[in-house]
């Protein structure tokens, strides 16, 4: 075989110096949620098939449709992660957090893997960021998470965001909200693959986005309107804690979403710059999840935001969230191997870095002209040019990459000097 090998259908690589702003990205979505308490948690990005059956829901297409599955060699089988909630719940659980101070809240970040027909937006591989508040139904916690949710975009700088919020009911209200609905839709022209969805999770037809599908359903009844009291109660008060924090939302009562264990409190959020795949992310309640992953009854609620869509409205909006990826320092020693200037260069870059600053040196012989090109790719601030005839002299030049201003520095204490300089 020859040829260039190329990665996997459906995935990318993150490289820099594009990977700065990624990082960014990602800093920012969770940075309101860590300044409100919210910990770190990261399990395996394979779990056993049957968390995601169970938890996500084996009817679902993700679950039924677009999982990474294999065996392993003990025979086990194993699916790569297609979200993060069945797993962050799982480790709980298994970690036994929900007997300690509740709510347990967590965040986390990482791929997850779904077999989809890849286009703009939509990966094999890609990047969510979530948190999870895990043991209380109190409605001002939904409200935090949501605007956590909110919070993040606004930090990236995005200001095009829109929220849709919708409560899709409970135990104690669902089943019969869903015979009603499985109801409206026997009387409808349905084709059969849709009939069967009807007949499994009536909800998702709701969702449908296909016009003649769509068209019949405008005396659907929608679950807001169907709620009991408790989850009515819940409801409201989940918006009025949200607009006691500032937070703009649309009803959305014809919001449902493609897991199978949301209720009440559910959300999205979508961006009107970035075609058809607009959801930049979403979440919501699921109080009988950890029951159905074997646990005892503990309510909680949560949210993915979805990376790669975040950095596609950011480009949209043309707003770049701050990378601080800039070297203070570029050493440029002009002459090769075993020279005094590489030698004083690379020792100057490690004595620097041990103190605090970022510094990197120009390696390889190649010159002046070479090196200082070189160093202007470097994306550092100041250049530290080392060669033997200011050597000679008992000075280094250094250049400020971004004006063009040189100077000699002595070479005593250059250490302690260049700290004092470029320390920001
Ligand atoms: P979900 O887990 O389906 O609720 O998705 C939450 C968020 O993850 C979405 O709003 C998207 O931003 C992102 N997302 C979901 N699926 C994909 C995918 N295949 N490629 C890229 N981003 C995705």
Redesign the pocket.
């Known amino acids: 075989m020859s040829g260039e090998l190329r990665g996997p259908k459906g995935t990318y690589d993150v490289l820099p110096p594009a990977s700065a702003t990624w990082l960014a990205v990602r800093e920012a979505l969770l940075g309101p949620a860590r300044r409100a308490g919210y910990g770190y948690v990261e399990p395996p990005v394979f779990e056993d098939v049957e968390l995601f059956a169970r938890g996500v829901g084996a009817s679902t297409d993700?679950v039924a449709k677009e999982m990474f599955v294999f065996t392993d060699r003990g025979g086990r089988s194993l699916a790569l992660r297609p979200?993060g909630t069945a797993g962050v719940l799982r480790a709980l659980l298994q970690g036994r957090l929900h007997t300690g101070p509740l709510p347990v809240k967590t965040w986390y970040a990482g791929p997850?893997f779904?077999a989809?027909r890849p286009q703009a937006?939509?990966?094999?591989q890609?990047q969510?960021v979530g948190v999870e508040a895990v043991g209380l139904d109190d409605p001002a916690l939904d409200a935090e998470v949501v605007a956590l949710a909110a919070q993040g975009f606004a930090a990236v700088g995005l200001t095009g965001v829109r929220l849709l919020l919708t409560s899709l009911g409970d135990a104690a209200c669902r089943p019969a909200y869903r015979e009603r609905l499985q109801g409206f839709l026997a009387g409808l022209d349905l084709d059969e693959e849709t009939r069967r969805r009807a007949a499994v999770n009536p909800l998702r037809v709701l969702d449908d986005k296909r016009p003649e599908v769509q068209a019949q359903l405008g005396g659907a009844p929608l679950p807001p309107d169907h709620l009991c009291d408790a989850c009515r109660a819940h409801h409201d008060a989940v918006r009025e804690s949200l607009a006691d924090l500032g937070v703009a939302w649309s009803d959305a009562p014809r919001l449902v979403?493609?897991?199978d264990y949301y209720t009440r409190t559910t959300f999205?959020?979508v961006h009107d710059g970035l075609g058809a795949?607009s959801?930049?992310?979403?979440?919501g309640r699921y109080d009988g999840l950890a029951e159905t992953l074997g646990g005892p009854p503990l309510p909680g609620i949560g949210w993915?935001?979805?990376v790669?869509?975040?950095l596609l409205a950011a480009e949209a909006e043309g707003v770049a969230p701050a990378a601080d990826g800039a070297l203070d320092l570029v050493v440029v020693p002009i002459g090769g191997a075993g020279s005094a200037p590489k030698r004083l260069g690379v020792r100057t870059a490690d004595a620097l870095r041990r103190a605090g600053l970022s510094a990197t040196v120009v390696f390889g012989d190649r010159g002046l002209k070479g090196a200082m090109k070189a160093a202007d790719r470097s994306g550092a601030r100041h250049a530290l040019v080392v060669g033997e005839r200011d050597l000679a002299e008992g000075v280094a030049q250094l250049k400020d990459l971004t004006t063009g201003e040189q100077r000699a520095v002595p070479l005593d204490d250059l250490v302690t000097r260049l700290t004092e300089e470029l320390r920001p």
Do not use: K, N, S
């Not at 937006?121 to 094999?124: H, Q, S, T």
């Not at 959801?279 to 979440?283: K, L, N, P, Q, R």
């Open positions: 993700i979200e997850m779904r989809e937006g939509r990966f094999r890609f969510q979403r493609g897991l999205e959020l795949q959801a930049v992310g979403g979440g993915a935001l979805g790669e869509r975040t």
